[in-house]
């Protein structure tokens, strides 16, 4: 093993592990890992409902609108409260839950009795017997200072608290006050349940303290307020023992809810329209059975926009804060406790990941494993985050995560400063030849620059040549002809390079390129015809920058463009290689090059190129030619605009007229032939065949010989 690569492999897992480590112990992470929390439930709660025994009554919008004529606004007075316990006290219901707090009390104008609705909630709260109402715990740091740590009242303390607690020293929670039920109520009723929930930083309701503690007394929260009676209560640093239930808890005492996303409800109009016709004597066609609530845990709350009992939760932005009692005891009675995070195996994630991610990116050989080696980490940690919230187990996604990018990040820099720097140096050479898709697989390919092995290609490939170069270098000095070439050349590759193509060589003045390897494009006749008239338009711009430096040069070139098969690889000696092509394809390429001079045209492609086109391409037809050595007559065209350029529909009617024309000679219809030709522009290509066409009618065999034609040999 390398020392320097060991030593720096250290380097690099000590400084991402103290830096993601850092990063978690200040809650950078927080955040995030609480919106990843809130996706998770939302794809994995969504269609879990409640426990069958927990059922909840709700004050909705509908509610407060169908009972305003009989009720008024809202609040509503505190006897329809004794009516809906005078109905579920038919139904025989296990407990009855007020998420409402009835602090003050009203009093009789004529007496210092309570007043009339005040008693009826009383009296109902009573005769129930299976009655919970709401308290608050506060902690008020700047108003209300003579009130703060005002004891429990003693009947409170005597009827209330629980007696059988052990807790660990140091559980203490801070809170200076309290809100009570008035006293008659809190007198009448069989248990009290704190309601009050705190949300995390970001406001979202996502956990609580099961049990409170308030000078020396304990008291539990309105979800587990039914099930704390006579058991004994244990409370530790990681969970909260009931009875044979364990509730797991962080090192604040913290519950995590498991968060269900169907509750069991009921609106609370459709019972009060249900006690109004039992109370008539109709108990035919109720909406709501009494004995539906038989031996249920039953939570009254508010679900209307105007009670403000709305609060975020990972299920929905506005979530019914009495769903937040009823989803405890749930989990408590379903056993479907969240187990919270444990800030040890985080840490102990980190730290695994950020060694698996660096050693693996750094010592595995394969680049394209370096590459998926973080992707597949990243994805292990997902699943088993997932994996283990099916099980209900919560872990801490983000500060992994972040151990995995990190590693990956400062790997890969490690290496691009290290064993990337001779790469680098191989690239950036390679990249002045050909294009950045060879490059690419230069370096993946260790052993490319010494195999002598080739393989067959379909490929295009297009030759280039400058018009008259010899003229201008003879009358030229050294150093202005190297000036020009450079300039020429880099516009060209430039071009060459856009279209993803190849650069074999520069052959003096000339220039060899070809598309289809070894990135493998199914339209590279199309790409190379692109470039090609491309390239006469580049050439253009540069006689004008040729002009700006002084060049008295008006530069002219010569395309041509052949597609088939031809042999590539690596030529050369052991020495010095080219990665290059050979064959007739290549040959018939070159010399479609030197046929621009006979034609006049700047670009001339071949039979197989312009059947392979599968853009809209306008091409004339020159001539048709017979390669020696072959038997196959062969045309070739010249192609003239690219869709969307300004010549592009008089290119097309050129194109008409020329083809016409020339199907009409091929045809033997001279005289309509050299007609249609001295319609076309002045050019090298109408007088060959207005020419040919003249000669062809002066030879009365002209027209008795059976369609013979010259024909182009090269």
Sequence with gaps: MN????????????????????FYYFHFFRRLDHMVYDGAVKLTRLKETTADKVVVILIEEASLEALNPILGRWPWPRAIYSDLLDFLSMGEPEAVLFDILFTENQKDFNSDELGHDDGQLVRATQEAGNVFHSMQLLIDKEMNKWLHNRPLPRDFIEKFPLNDVQAYSGYKHGYTNYCLPFKELYSASYG??????????????RRTKPLREYGGEFLPVMGIAPFVDDRRVEIEKSKISIGEKHIPVDKKGNYILNFYGKYNTYSISGIFASLQKIMQGDIEDIIVDPMEFKDKIVFIGASAVGVEDLKPTPIATRTPGVFLHATLASNFLLDDFLVAPDWKITLLAIFLFTILCIAGIIYIQRFWLKIVFPFGALSLWIAFFFFRLNHNVLYELVPPLAAIIFSGMLSFGYLVATEGREKLRVKRMFSQYVSPEVVAELMKNTDFSVTDKGRKEDLTILFMDIRNFTSFSDSTSPERVVEMLNLFFSSMSKVIFSSQGTIDKFIGDAIMAFWGAPLKLADHPDRAVETAINMIREVGLLNAKFKERGFDLDLRVGVGINSGEAILGNIGSESKLNYTIVGDTVNLSSRLEGLTKTYGCQVIISESTYKRLQRDIPCRVIDELQVRGRHEITKIYEPLSLKGAGNFERARELCDLTNRAFDLYHKGDYQSAQEIYSMIEDGKLKDIFIKRCKGKLKDNRGKLKENRREMVHI
């Design 3 to 22: 020392k320097r690569k060991f030593t720096g492999v250290i380097i690099l897992i000590t400084a991402v592990f103290l830096a993601v480590s850092l």
């Design 192 to 205: 009290i349940g704190i309601v009050e929930f705190l949300a995390d930083p970001d406001g979202v309701f």
